[in-house]
């Protein structure tokens, strides 16, 4: 789930996974293995090098290893009940794939997922509403704002700065019914449906690579100059001219992208 179910972990991207198992005739023994399966699976991807979620997002809560049945409660509940944990949990569970055993399971719970959203579109008002409230670091004369105090002081948080653009994406893609949870395949999918034009598809794509790459430049820094554990945070400082024109017109762009969001969704800019 989240940017793994999306495919586009980082060097510092953490567990977000789950078990959706069968519903079978006898429940708690089955609970009870696929429970030590989640450990054993979780823990061992932490030896690796996958730390664990801090929220907690992982097969090994019990919350989330469980049948079929109990998944689609869980998605009909997150669709219809619009409170701020409702609206996180959909954010990260419904960017999720499979990836191992029966496939046809993660298939029937994807076709839940967009049949409810089509059964009930306040949904989308409500998760677009929430997408709006980060707005993107550029102030009124164009100038990049950056951490005003603590140990990021002057610097920017990029992962955050492209979390808008996810946002758009997942949004749109889930008005029209599309199945996959990468952000550029879902935005390819979005321009062949034409629900966005060949420029703005270029754009957004190329807006996304380029703070993507930024992030990979500044976290191999930290690992192989400063010695310091992988961030998300990059100083404007150290930035060329053509890096900062780049980001504030990817900036720009994104604040388009929220005003179209917001007044197709909310009927607000």
């Given at each position: 789930?989240?940017?793994?179910?999306?495919?586009?972990?980082?060097?510092?991207?953490?567990?977000?996974?789950?078990?959706?198992?069968?519903?079978?005739?006898?429940?708690?023994?089955?609970?009870?293995?696929?429970?030590?399966?989640?450990?054993?699976?979780?823990?061992?991807?932490?030896?690796?090098?996958?730390?664990?979620?801090?929220?907690?997002?992982?097969?090994?809560?019990?919350?989330?290893?469980?049948?079929?049945?109990?998944?689609?409660?869980?998605?009909?509940?997150?669709?219809?009940?619009?409170?701020?944990?409702?609206?996180?949990?959909?954010?990260?569970?419904?960017?999720?794939?499979?990836?191992?055993?029966?496939?046809?399971?993660?298939?029937?719970?994807?076709?839940?997922?967009?049949?409810?959203?089509?059964?009930?579109?306040?949904?989308?008002?409500?998760?677009?509403?929430?997408?709006?409230?980060?707005?993107?670091?550029?102030?009124?004369f164009g100038k990049l704002r950056v951490e005003t105090e603590g140990d990021e002081k002057g610097s920017l948080d990029l992962k955050s700065a492209m979390l808008p653009i996810i946002d758009f994406?997942?949004?749109?893609?889930?008005?029209?019914?599309?199945?996959?949870?990468?952000?550029?395949?879902?935005?390819?999918?979005?321009?062949?449906?034409?629900?966005?034009?060949?420029?703005?598809?270029?754009?957004?794509?190329?807006?996304?690579?380029?703070?993507?790459?930024?992030?990979?430049?500044?976290?191999?820094?930290?690992?192989?100059?400063?010695?310091?554990?992988?961030?998300?945070?990059?100083?404007?400082?150290?930035?060329?001219s053509i890096d900062h024109i780049l980001l504030k017109e990817i900036f720009r762009l994104i604040e388009k992208l929220q005003q179209r969001l917001g007044l197709e969704f909310t009927g607000n800019?």
């Amino acid at each position: 789930m989240g940017s793994e179910g999306r495919e586009e972990q980082t060097l510092i991207s953490d567990q977000d996974n789950a078990i959706v198992y069968e519903d079978t005739k006898d429940p708690e023994k089955t609970k009870a293995y696929f429970d030590g399966l989640a450990v054993l699976i979780c823990d061992q991807l932490d030896m690796a090098g996958y730390s664990f979620c801090k929220g907690g997002n992982m097969a090994k809560n019990p919350k989330w290893c469980q049948p079929l049945s109990q998944w689609k409660t869980y998605f009909n509940t997150w669709i219809r009940t619009s409170n701020p944990e409702n609206l996180l949990y959909s954010s990260i569970f419904f960017d999720f794939r499979g990836t191992y055993g029966d496939a046809a399971l993660s298939d029937e719970l994807k076709r839940f997922l967009l049949d409810g959203i089509k059964g009930w579109s306040g949904f989308l008002r409500h998760l677009a509403e929430n997408a709006l409230y980060y707005k993107p670091p550029i102030g009124i004369f164009g100038k990049l704002r950056v951490e005003t105090e603590g140990d990021e002081k002057g610097s920017l948080d990029l992962k955050s700065a492209m979390l808008p653009i996810i946002d758009f994406v997942r949004i749109y893609a889930l008005q029209k019914g599309i199945s996959q949870t990468n952000t550029l395949t879902r935005l390819f999918r979005l321009y062949t449906r034409h629900a966005l034009t060949g420029k703005e598809y270029m754009d957004i794509a190329r807006g996304y690579n380029y703070m993507m790459q930024l992030r990979f430049m500044r976290q191999i820094t930290t690992i192989m100059d400063e010695q310091k554990k992988p961030d998300n945070f990059i100083n404007p400082r150290n930035l060329s001219s053509i890096d900062h024109i780049l980001l504030k017109e990817i900036f720009r762009l994104i604040e388009k992208l929220q005003q179209r969001l917001g007044l197709e969704f909310t009927g607000n800019i």
